[in-house]
């Protein structure tokens, strides 16, 4: 036999051996270790995005969406995937207590140190919730995660091929050097439609909070600082004073923000504020218009409100009595046409009188022929 056959057999089993270790190796325990899909690495590719680059994560509620921002080569983060969220719990609105089964909304950082490959739910991280603004408004809780499983107690929960996924980019992010992520969870995307949908709600000024952060991300592309004072979030804020600090159960101190990212937030606040008061506007008019329209109903309805008397006493109308008494009771007054008038004429009145006038008195263009004028 010859030698070059036998050595191509023995490769083909060594690589079968190989590729045998290789899917076996992140089984079990070692899930969290299973490197980057083909797909998400080509994704990164398209992108001009590194494996290893910066990452931040977007959190919408209402529209049930998680979204991955990575570093592009540029320096600014840029939307590498959006993912459905399988479930979370609880209803609009920030967390407020343990065991209440709601879902935090606020700016959360994560740390290496909270991923969590032994999870219960297939893999998760731990969302930092109570973080110090939670705090300063004394809202308690723990164990608020991203995690698969789809299956959700006050967390929001992925699909396991989501969460593997999502865990991986995470894993790299701090491979390549990133001390944190931070997770900004709203509890919708921050359009005016949605503004003015929930304008009613309770919690409209923590979430006209969320937005200004929301807008600081989105003046430079760039994660926001997070601080907290005064119970309230401070957004890429540096004191005045060196040796001040932001404590966030005391006043604030004196700060400021780089002027372009103060001027740029400034001027997204102003063009929300005013397609806001746009949309109201409307809606105003909108109910307006529709009161306007119940009122001219209701006197048409008057005006077609005609007792059996009304009827009997119009001119030119006899009362018979028992002339369909099959079907009416004997002695019930019928309205019967006089000679040289129809039926449907007196239904309806002549144009000298009766309903018809008093519609075109009360409804525009009502009996007015196509084409016709009115002087």
Request: charged share 25%; net charge negative; aromatic share 10%.
């Amino acid at each position: 036999m010859s030698k070059k056959p036998l050595r191509a057999a023995l490769l083909a089993a060594t690589a079968l051996v190989l590729v045998a270790c290789q899917a076996d190796e992140f089984v079990g325990d070692r899930k969290h270790l299973r490197p980057l899909s083909y797909a998400a690495q080509s994704r990164l590719s398209d992108l001009g995005m590194e494996k290893n680059a910066p990452i931040m994560m977007r959190i919408y509620k209402q529209e049930g969406q998680l979204e991955i921002w990575k570093q592009a080569r540029s320096g600014s983060y840029e939307l590498f995937k959006t993912y459905e969220i399988c479930r979370w719990s609880g209803k609009l609105g920030p967390k407020f207590a343990e065991g209440d089964r709601q879902a935090p909304e606020g700016f959360y950082e994560v740390t290496p140190a909270q991923m969590n490959p032994n999870s219960k739910y297939y893999l998760s991280f731990n969302l930092g919730f109570p973080n110090a603004f939670d705090r300063s408004h004394d809202r308690t809780g723990s164990h608020l995660m991203v995690h698969g499983a789809c299956s959700s107690a006050g967390c929001y929960a992925m699909t396991d091929e989501q969460m593997q996924e999502i865990y991986s980019m995470a894993r790299e992010a701090f491979s390549g050097g990133q001390k944190s992520f931070q997770v900004q969870a709203f509890p919708f995307r921050m359009t005016a439609e949605n503004f003015v949908k929930h304008r009613d709600n309770e919690h409209m000024p923590f979430w006209t909070m969320l937005k200004e952060g929301h807008d600081h991300f989105e003046a430079v592309k760039q994660p926001p600082s997070l601080d907290v004072c005064d119970r309230r979030y401070v957004f890429n804020g540096k004191p005045d004073n060196d040796r001040d600090r932001f404590r966030a159960r005391e006043d604030c101190p004196a700060y400021s923000v780089p002027e372009f990212v103060a001027k740029d937030v400034a001027e997204r606040r102003a063009a929300h504020e005013t397609e806001v008061a746009a949309l109201l506007q409307k809606i105003k008019d909108r109910q307006a218009r529709a009161e306007k329209w119940e009122e001219r109903g209701k006197k048409v309805a008057d005006l077609l409100d005609f007792s059996d008397e009304d009827q009997a006493s119009e001119p030119g109308v006899e009362a018979v009595g028992d002339a369909t008494a099959d079907t009416v009771a004997a002695g019930t007054p019928i309205p019967v046409p006089a000679p040289g008038r129809t039926a449907t004429a007196d239904a309806t009145g002549s144009q000298s009188g009766g309903v018809f006038n008093r519609l075109t008195r009360f409804v525009p263009g009502f009996g007015v022929e196509q084409g016709s004028r009115e002087d």
